[in-house]
C-alpha cells in the first residue's frame, strides 16, 4: 500500500520559514518524480517544486523559484520542501505527489493527505 505522509505545516509570519517534510513507503519509488503542490481556498490546485528521484533535477513554479528549496533524502525515502521568505499568497494545502511528473496534477499517481500552510501579514 503506497503511503505519502506529509508533515511540518504550520502558521508562521510574513518572511519567515517552514520545512515541510514528505515520507514515502509502499513501493519503489526510483523511477518517480516527486512533486509539491498546493491549493488554496476556492483555487484550483498548482504545481510548486518537483525532483526526479533517480537524479536529483529539479523543477520550480516561476512563483517560488529564488525562495523555496526542494530535495530528497534517498536513505529515508523523503522528500522535503524548505520555504523561504513566505508571503501570505503562499497560503494553502501543501501536497506531496508521486509519479511521472513533472508539473501537471494528472501526471501523478499517487497523493498525500495535505498539510496546511498559512502565511499572516
Known amino acids: 500500500q503506497v503511503q505519502l505522509v506529509e508533515s511540518g505545516g504550520g502558521l508562521v509570519q510574513a518572511g519567515g520559514s517552514l520545512r515541510l517534510s514528505c515520507a514515502a513507503s509502499g513501493r519503489t519509488f526510483s523511477k518517480d518524480t516527486m512533486g509539491w503542490f498546493r491549493q488554496a481556498p476556492g483555487k484550483e490546485r498548482e504545481f510548486v517544486a518537483a525532483?526526479?528521484?533517480?537524479?536529483?533535477?529539479?523543477l520550480y513554479a516561476v512563483s517560488v523559484k529564488g525562495r523555496f528549496t526542494i530535495s530528497r533524502d534517498n536513505a529515508k525515502n523523503t522528500v522535503y520542501l524548505q520555504m523561504n521568505s513566505l508571503k501570505p499568497e503562499d497560503t494553502g494545502v501543501y501536497y506531496c505527489?508521486?509519479?511521472?511528473?513533472?508539473?501537471?496534477?494528472?501526471?501523478?499517481?499517487?497523493w498525500g493527505q495535505g498539510t496546511q500552510v498559512t502565511v499572516s501579514s
Open positions: 505527489a508521486a509519479g511521472r511528473g513533472p508539473a501537471v496534477v494528472a501526471t501523478y499517481d499517487y
Open positions: 525532483i526526479s528521484w533517480s537524479d536529483g533535477r529539479t
